[in-house]
């Protein structure tokens, strides 16, 4: 099992904060991208962990509800990766994705080692794939189809924005 580290940001003066309300608004205009494309995915595929809640947005909001998630870690702090990407356990099930149009979310094509990385092996397995990510960078080595906004700065996501939960901290907001 793989320990999930916090990566606290609160040193770093120039970065990109995305709010909770700003997440609503940035899935409904990436929604609308893919809707106003030709491609009609039938399956969403997560690039967990941080491509996780996007998925789940976009699930909604595209009303696809053929979804799975596929593990990968790589990031392991504030720009600290590991040398290259590596898949996790659960594995995908590539076998049912044979033929189908499948739309990759994460949260951000940062390196684009990633998303390359998932691309790839969904479509070695027949099915035709595109890309959704909130945030695109200059320096990704993929392009993503679908882009809400650029930045190089380092980003600040609301579900990434605090510690881990500790015991000591369950239930103190009823008191």
Known sequence: MTTAYHADSSALVDKEVLTWEG??????????????SSFRPEVLVAVARGGLIPGGGLSYALGIKLTDAINVEFYTDVEETLPDPVLLAPHLDTDSLKGRRILVVDDVADSGRTLALVLELIQEHGAEARSAVIYGKSRSVVTPDYVWRQTDK??????????????????????
Request: aromatic share 12%; net charge negative.
């Open 23 to 36: 997440f609503g608004v940035a899935i409904r205009e990436l929604a609308t991208l893919v809707a106003d």
């Open 154 to 175: 380092w980003i600040v996501f609301p579900w990434s924005a605090e510690p881990p939960v500790s015991g000591s901290q369950v239930g103190t907001a009823a008191q």
